[in-house]
């Protein structure tokens, strides 16, 4: 079942079949910040609620996207389970062909996988029937994400979910090119492991993004921030 917050988060990212691309991205996080423990286990730091919107956002786009990072230490299903809906699309943006191809993403359910390769990569470990390869080029470390919004708009995915880990989505939002935020902070404390965002340096504290944010108390504790990347206070 929805929360109010998950309902209203929903409609303001607008009814699907947009022809404008649209790009959420989404990071669960304890108090102080962090995604995973040092090991990288991050299951669950945040609580069912979150874990309800996490689903309901697939559930509202056409792909949901994850740098290889997650996708080798998680192995996520990255399919629709805790609410009802169709599966997204699953992309897994690994530029030097690290993921290895028995993932579950990538050999299970029906949906569209695609895995985003940098052009200069050497070939990876052959894919599964099925998984369609992308191929971009690099600018510096990564791939634009601009480059990747339109290859992905090119084959009729516009409503995008960023859904991790915490470089994938930096990366997307130093691009500029991420229309919201969802954090979802847990009442929980970590003290070390991986850092949440991490974002190109800022000289002084005006040039810091400040969007306007829909904040709601899940049921069980942790707090959304709906962040508005279009807009600021
Ligand atoms: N709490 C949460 O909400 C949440 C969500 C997801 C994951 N996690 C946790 O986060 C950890 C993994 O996150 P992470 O930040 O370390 O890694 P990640 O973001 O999952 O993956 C990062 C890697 O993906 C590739 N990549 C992503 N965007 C790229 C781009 N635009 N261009 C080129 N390459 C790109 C790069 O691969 P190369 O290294 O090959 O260059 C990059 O180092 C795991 O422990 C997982 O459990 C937590």
Do not use: W
């Not at 790009?23 to 669960?28: D, I, P, R, S």
């Not at 299951?43 to 996490?54: E, P, S």
Request: overall charge neutral.
């Amino acid at each position: 079942m929805l929360t109010d917050a998950t309902a209203s988060s929903l409609a303001r990212l607008g009814a699907a079949g947009s022809r404008t691309p649209i790009v959420v991205a989404q990071l669960g996080q304890s108090l102080d910040g962090r995604i995973a423990t040092p090991s990288g286990e991050s299951k669950y730091i945040n609580g069912r609620a979150a874990l309800t919107h996490l689903h309901a956002l697939r559930a509202h786009v056409d792909a949901v996207v994850v740098g290889v990072g997650t996708a080798v230490v998680d192995n996520p299903q990255l399919n629709v389970r805790h609410v009802s809906g169709g599966d997204p699309a699953r992309v897994i943006i690994d530029p030097n062909g690290r993921l290895t191809p028995d993932l579950v993403c990538l050999t299970q359910g029906k949906p569209r996988r695609f895995v985003i390769r940098a052009d200069d990569a050497v070939a990876g470990h052959a894919l599964p029937d099925g998984v369609e390869e992308i191929r971009l080029g690099r600018d510096g470390r990564f791939v634009p994400p601009q480059a990747i919004i339109a290859a992905l708009a090119a084959r009729g995915m516009r409503r995008l979910l960023i859904e991790g880990g915490a470089v994938t989505v930096s990366a997307f939002i130093d691009a500029g090119v991420v229309d919201r935020l969802h954090v979802l902070v847990a009442p929980i404390l970590l003290g070390s492991g991986k850092p949440g965002l991490v974002l190109d340096p800022i000289a002084q504290l005006g040039d810091a993004l400040r969007p306007k944010v829909e904040v709601a108390v899940l049921g069980d504790g942790d707090v959304l921030f709906d962040c508005d990347l279009r807009s600021t206070q």
